[in-house]
Structure formats: structure tokens, C-alpha cells
């Protein structure tokens, strides 16, 4: 499964690039304005330093909603860098350009999906990715994690080439879910990523190998 990190931080970028295990990052138009990131030229000279930063694929959202406006903006975001992944919404305009980006082999990924038949328009269009948002649904008590479970089994049964990217990951366990439901990318908050790393017996094994070898070598 790969990691894609969820955030417009250039630290946290790096500090999750620096772990090894980074396959790429995702945006969206709310964690750029986190970030303070705002007109045309400072959003492509981020999106250009996030590409600096990591080696995979980047996502950067279009904001237009309508088709002329996203394939416009969809364009000069994926002329900026090979890594670029253009972010679409899944609305009608919306998977007319996914249709047309994917005929001119430009990678897209298909954001807002909380239904497995938004999925399957998204994979129909030819989206490189498609992100459902497990916690968005956790929040309306509908099972997100179950949803990134059918939409695997509907991709893998018909053989379609999206990948299934577990999005709005909000904790660690979301993550370990994801992967048992087949997701193909789950994209991240760094502190859900790092939370991986804990175990208590961990920190006790190390603690009594120190002191063990301490004993004996002072
Ligand atoms: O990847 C989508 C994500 O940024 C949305 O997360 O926590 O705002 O639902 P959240």
C-alpha cells in the first residue's frame, strides 16, 4: 500500500520524505489556504516546491467547476512537473474532463467520492485515482472504511486500473483499516503516519536491551 501525505506543510512533507517510506502527496484548496497559500503564481511555485521535495505524485485541485474552466486549470497545473496528479471533483463537468484528461494522458484524481457509484463513473472515466473520504462518512455515522472495501472488490472484480486512494484518514487505526480493505494509496495526516510506529512492548524491549548491554559493558 503506498503513503501519500495529507497537507500543503513543506515541513511536514519533508519530515515524512525524510522517513523513506513516501510515495506522494495530496492537496486540497482548504489545506492550501491552512498553509496561507494564496494567488495564482504563490499556489504554482507551491506545488512546485512540494514536487522538489518528494519523488511520487502530487495532487493539486482544480477549482473551477465547470468543464471549459478545469480543463483550462487542469492543463497548466499538470505542465508544471511530471509528478503533478490533477484533482477533479466528482460532479458531471467534472468526469467530462477526468474522460478528457485521461485521453490526453494526463493523470487525474477524483475527489468528493462518498458512494460507490461515484466510483465507478470516476473508473469509467479513466481517473488514475480515486479518493472516497472515509472520514467525511465516519462523521454521519456511515462506515467509510466499508465503503473503500466495496469499491476494491467492484475495481478488482472488473478489472478497472483506478487506484483506490483511502482519503480523509484522520487516525492511525483508519490507516491499518484501509490497508485490511484493500485500499491502494491511503493518504494521511503525518501524526496518523508516525502513530504506526507505536507499540509499548517496543519501548520496553528497548528500554531492558540498553540496560542489558550496559550491565555488562558499563
Ligand atoms: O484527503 C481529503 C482530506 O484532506 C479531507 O480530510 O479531515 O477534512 O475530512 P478531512
Redo the contacts with the bound molecule.
Sequence with gaps: MKFFI?TANLDQIREAQDLGVLDGV?T?P??MAKEGISGEENIINHYKNICEIVDGDVSAEVIATGYEGMIKEGEILAALHPQIVVKVPIIKDGIKAIKYFSEKGIRTNC?LVFSIGQALLAAKAGATYV?P?I??LD?ISTDGVELIAQIAEMYSYYGFETEVLA????HTMHIVQCMEAGADVA?CPLDAILGLLNHPLTDIGLEKFLADYKKVNG
Design positions: 495529507d495530496t486540497n482548504s489545506l475527489t479518493s473520504f472520514g467525511r462523521d482519503a480523509s484518514i484522520r493518504t
